[in-house]
């Protein structure tokens, strides 16, 4: 499959791209040698190559939800360049 002008007109409509002219060009040779690469790859004998559902074999290795020592209120709020009441007080970011 080769990318034309018309193809690459149909993919950036669908991506909801606008490619100007002196883009057109250098984007459809890009597509071209990813689908040569592509073909090159369909080339590989995978038939005796298990399917992946997972890159590696490792698992997260996780940890125990246990309480452990705690700072204290007070001592976490020292430092607080604001605050109000028991709580860190910071500027609105949202509106």
Do not use: C
């Not at 991506?15 to 057109?24: G, I, Q, S, T, Y």
């Not at 040779?29 to 399917?51: A, F, H, K, R, Y």
């Not at 590696?56 to 309480?67: F, K, T």
């Not at 028991?86 to 609105?92: D, G, L, N, S």
């Amino acid at each position: 499959m080769k990318v034309d002008h018309e193809t690459l007109h149909k993919i950036a409509h669908l991506a909801r791209l606008e490619v100007r002219p002196d883009e057109e060009q250098p984007l459809i040779e890009s597509l071209n040698d990813v689908l040569t690469w592509m073909e090159q790859l369909n080339e590989i004998d995978t038939s005796g190559v298990e399917p992946l559902t997972h890159i590696s074999a490792e698992l997260n290795a996780l940890r125990e939800d246990v309480v452990g020592h705690q700072l204290p209120r007070d001592q976490a709020l020292e430092n607080a360049p604001e605050k109000t009441d028991a709580y860190f007080q910071v500027p609105k970011v949202i509106e």
